[in-house]
Nanobody, 115 residues
Framework: QVQLVESGGGLVQLGGSLRLSCVAS?????????MAWYRQAPGKQRELVAQ???????NYADSAKGRFTISRDNAKNTVYLQMNILKPEDTAVYYC????????WGQGTQVTVSS
C-alpha cells in the first residue's frame, strides 16, 4: 500500500530554517500526483501551506509566500518544503498529501519554533 513518510521536523529558533521531506513508497507514477504540504496547529483546523502540480506549478498560502518553497524530485518520489525565516506561528504538525484519483496522507512531522 502507498505510504507517505515525512521527516525533517524539529525544534528551531525564531528566524531559523528547516527542510521537510516526504517520501512516497509503493506509489506508481509519483509524477502524476499533485503534492501538497498542510499543517495543523493545536486547536486549529488543518490548513494548506503549499502545493505543487504535476507540471511543477506551485501555490502558497499567504502565510508561506516569500518564506517557504515547495519542490519535488520525481526520480526520488520525494516532495520537499524548504522553510525559512520561521516564526512561532509556524509551529504545527506538517503533513504531506498526494492527490490523483485517490488521496494519501502522511503521518505528520512536528515543527516547533521557539521565540
Amino acid at each position: 500500500q502507498v505510504q507517505l513518510v515525512e521527516s525533517g521536523g524539529g525544534l528551531v529558533q525564531l528566524g531559523g530554517s528547516l527542510r521537510l521531506s516526504c517520501v512516497a513508497s509503493n506509489m506508481q507514477a509519483f509524477s502524476l500526483y499533485a503534492m501538497a504540504w498542510y499543517r495543523q496547529a493545536p486547536g486549529k483546523q488543518r490548513e494548506l501551506v503549499a502545493q505543487i502540480t504535476t507540471p511543477g506549478n506551485t501555490n502558497y498560502a499567504d502565510s508561506a509566500k516569500g518564506r517557504f518553497t515547495i519542490s519535488r524530485d520525481n526520480a526520488k518520489n520525494t516532495v520537499y518544503l524548504q522553510m525559512n525565516i520561521l516564526k512561532p506561528e509556524d509551529t504545527a504538525v506538517y503533513y504531506c498529501r498526494a492527490n490523483n484519483l485517490l488521496t494519501y496522507w502522511g503521518q505528520g512531522t512536528q515543527v516547533t519554533v521557539s521565540s
